[in-house]
Nanobody, 122 residues
């Protein structure tokens, strides 16, 4: 599966952004889809994952209550709605696909899209 993320940008603290990740191929429904982020000079960090059916979601504590992940099977797209953004959310956000539910480590994901930059100003 090939993944392409979009939707990043510059936003003020307290604002919102919605990231999209479009997947190609007929196996979209075979994968759990997750989002990771990486800030400068920091390790890649798990953000959220959604199950194959879209009925289950899991979030990192740092974004719980502010971010919402969802997927649209008709459009082969996974979304990350980010509200109440903070400067510490600034990072490159990447989407990825895995066959393991609630996978939170990068090595558990077999497919990756290119990142999209999110910058939150204070």
């Amino acid at each position: 599966v090939q993944l392409q993320a979009s939707g990043g940008g510059l936003v003020q603290a307290g604002g919102s952004l919605r990231l999209s990740c479009a997947a190609s191929g007929r196996t979209f429904s075979s994968y759990e889809l997750g989002w990771f982020r990486q800030a400068p000079e920091k390790e890649r960090e798990f953000v959220s994952v959604v199950s194959r059916s879209g009925s289950l979601t899991y979030y990192a504590d740092s974004v719980k209550g502010r971010f919402t992940i969802s997927r649209d099977s008709a459009k082969n797209t996974v979304y990350l709605q980010m509200n109440s953004l903070k400067p510490e959310d600034t990072a490159i956000y990447s989407c990825a696909a895995t066959t393991q539910w609630r996978a939170t480590m990068p090595y558990e994901y077999a497919y990756w899209g290119q990142g999209t930059q999110v910058t939150v100003s204070s």
